[in-house]
């Protein structure tokens, strides 16, 4: 199903005295505002294909209904958050889970919905139905080389559906790793992913990006084969510029400073971008910004400061997606306040005073610095969101539109309240 315009239009106009009160409110203290708001404007949110279905665990899963089945009923999905938060225009798709069987056609859908095909994600952590090899110990870093090259030739797969719908970067996750003291050789398991990495690298067009994820843990749960951002930066270092680390803020042990890592990613021109989503004990999966909002906002502190500092434009120069699972919740309401709780971390790392915090922090004036960063952490920022959603032809509360406007009990009617989408 697709939004009709006018609808959201009504909506918005039901709650427009009440924006423009909250909107002139915090607008009043921003020093450049019009810059600001086209930063918002600009900033978009991939969805990624798998985050459409409700997830599960290895306990269980409970489907939702009308749930997509069919890789456009996913990207009508997008279209719907698209239009609903003006935010989230393109799609990261994951292979095999969502193959494009007619290119050309899934190509003039997202375009008819003002979408786009950001990275391909490979997947080398199941065995598919038909696989000759099986990657129970492991795909790039296996032993046994005819398993290696089966990976690398499906790695390369998934480059060639991406070359067809406008994608630019590969995402790579390996869940390669051992599960007991003894069965693996790191320095030899590292050698053949790096081995096995160099020749998908090769087999890039010349504007594309490998993009390598790290992880400390799971589904192996002694060791990691890319375990954390320094063996993923070393990978990176020596496949060459087109290689690059990629963030999941789920994938770091309880408690690490991912705002620092950042940092250095950012000035060391590595950083590919994020896999957003937040956690409280593991790789949660759980909704942006659901658990420890302060945290992205830190990271935004980072983003900001590092690639103004390189002088990047914020909106393109780096990859942007989310990565979640939603177990409980209807997934296309919990994509909207994925993305909702990035901008608002992304506004309000905008509003830091920089030059202040730069003076604070070079007299050493801790108390002062902290403070810098909370005035801006404590501003309500939630109607800036809305009035660059508004700008952009979008919904000032884009949840309460869906929930107004029955998407859900629409997609139900259209696709049957017994539906399973492909996917975690
Ligand atoms: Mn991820």
Known sequence: MQIEKYLIDEHNHQLSTKHQRNFEHVAADINNLDGVLTKLQAFNVAIPSWALGTGGTRFGRFSGGGEPGSLEEKIEDVGVIHALNRSSNSISLHIPWDIPDNASSIKQLATQLGLHFDAVNSNTFQDQKDAEHSYKFGSLHHVDKVVRAQAVEHNIQVINYGKELGSKALSVWLS?????????????????THES????????????????????????????????????????????????????????????????????????????????NDSKYGDDDLTVGSINPYQLFLIFNELVEGMDARGMAHATSIGWMIDASHNVKDPIEDLLQSVQAIKIAYAQALLIDTPALKTAQQNNDVALAQEILQQAYRTDVRPLIAEASLREGGSLDPIGAYRKLDVRNNLIKERGLKTVATGL
Do not use: C
Not at 182 to 191: I, T
Not at 211 to 220: F, R
Not at 234 to 261: C, F, M, R, S
């Open 176 to 192: 390669d790793g051992s599960n007991f003291p003894g069965q693996l050789n790191f320095r030899e398991a590292f050698q053949r």
């Open 197 to 276: 990495l160099q020749e998908i690298y090769n087999a890039l067009p010349h504007d594309w990006k490998i993009w390598i994820e790290y992880k400390p843990y799971e589904p192996n749960f002694y060791s990691t084969t890319i375990g954390d951002w320094g063996q993923s930066l070393l990978l990176a270092n020596k496949l060459g510029d087109k290689a690059a680390t990629l963030v999941d803020l789920g994938h770091h042990l309880p408690n690490t400073n991912i705002e620092q890592i950042v940092s250095l990613l950012l000035m060391e021109g590595k950083l590919a971008g994020f896999h957003f």
